[in-house]
């Protein structure tokens, strides 16, 4: 039976998997085929398809046809979820740097 999960879940899940990362890294700005993915990372064609499927359903990655190729983009905007998470840290990280300065100055 599978686990149902929030949205904000699946995105998490997809990108704890450092192959995930990377082919997020690999796609931004960019289409690329599915074949051309595979060439790209050490595993086979069938794992990187399940990677994409992950990607996917956490709709961080699109796929649009062109004839029989199915070339895959970065979704920017699934990305907000992690932003948004990431804002609560970025705070606590600028205060924790003023304390640090404050604490050298003197």
């Given amino acids: 039976m599978a686990v149902s999960m929030t949205p904000g879940e699946a995105v998490f899940r997809a990108v704890a998997d450092p192959t995930r990362r990377a082919i997020l890294a690999r796609l931004r700005g960019q289409r690329v085929a599915v074949g051309e993915l595979a060439q790209a990372f050490p595993c086979s064609r069938p794992a990187i398809s399940k990677h994409l ?11 649009r046809r062109e004839g029989r190729r199915r070339l895959y983009e970065l979704n920017p905007v699934a990305l907000v979820t992690l932003d948004e998470w990431l804002a609560e840290y970025r705070l606590e990280l600028r205060s924790a740097l003023r304390r640090l300065k404050a604490h050298v100055e003197t």
């Avoid at 499927?53 to 796929?63: D, F, K, M, S, T």
């Fill in 53 to 63: 499927r992950i990607l996917r359903r956490a709709r961080l990655v699109v796929v």
